[in-house]
T-cell receptor, first 112, second 115 residues
């Protein structure tokens, strides 16, 4: 059972480079989410997609864009990476909103 | 600032003892709460959830208590095992832009189990 799969697992970028983080779920979930986790912090919501065809901003959307490619896939894009975006990025999905979210194992992103 | 926080950043318990991890929340309109376990290098793993119309919910070796009067949430782990060592996060459901499914996470409590 794959669950939520994130690629890549690790990435190093230079300031100003662009990057797309990929996320796919095989649980037929309607809702998908992107979070970032900084050292000693809980997760903070960047963007979410309540259902296929919709996306909305979360708590910390600046510097990011998302695409809900289809029901399975939800990508996160950094157009011009900044050192402040160094973090671990987690994708999650849930059957519907207000239901338990299931997480991938994260992408560890360093921006120099 | 975050509306969900934890009283204790670290907790050390003896194997076999019960563990209690506490969480305070500030949004009285929150109606759904979840506890997650996160092991090193992994994503958060769902443990148990509770909705605001309940005070208590039990799972396998875990119990979540919700006190809406004082806006307090706790996770009790019975007969703590070494495999329970991890960081535990509580999360509350809040609304963003009219949607209703978005979680605010606390900073986490690290649970260490001594053999």
């Amino acid at each position: 059972n794959a669950g939520v799969t994130q690629t890549p697992k690790f990435q190093v970028l230079k300031t100003g480079q662009s990057m797309t983080l990929q996320c796919a779920q095989d649980m037929n979930h309607n809702s998908m989410y992107w979070y970032r986790q900084d050292p000693g912090m809980g997760l903070r919501l960047i963007y979410y997609s309540a259902s296929e065809g919709t996306t909305d901003k979360g708590e910390v959307p600046n510097g990011y864009n998302v695409s809900r490619l289809n029901k399975r896939e939800f990508s996160l894009r950094l157009e011009s990476a900044a050192p402040s975006q160094t973090s671990v990025y987690f994708c999650a999905s849930s059957v519907e909103e207000n239901q338990p979210q299931h997480f991938g194992d994260g992408t560890r992103l360093s921006i120099l | 600032g975050e509306s969900v926080g934890l009283h204790l950043p670290t907790l050390s318990v003896q194997e076999g003892d019960n563990s209690i991890i506490n969480c305070a929340y500030s949004n009285s309109a929150s109606d759904y709460f979840i506890w997650y376990k996160q092991e090193s290098g992994k994503g958060p793993q769902f443990i148990i959830d509770i909705r605001s119309n309940m005070d208590k919910r039990q799972g396998q070796r875990v119990t979540v208590l919700l006190n809406k009067t004082v806006k307090h949430l706790s996770l009790q782990i019975a007969a703590t095992q070494p495999g329970d060592s991890a960081v535990y996060f509580c999360a509350e459901n809040v609304n963003y832009g009219g949607s209703q499914g978005n979680l605010i996470f606390g900073k986490g409590t690290k649970l260490s189990v001594k053999p």
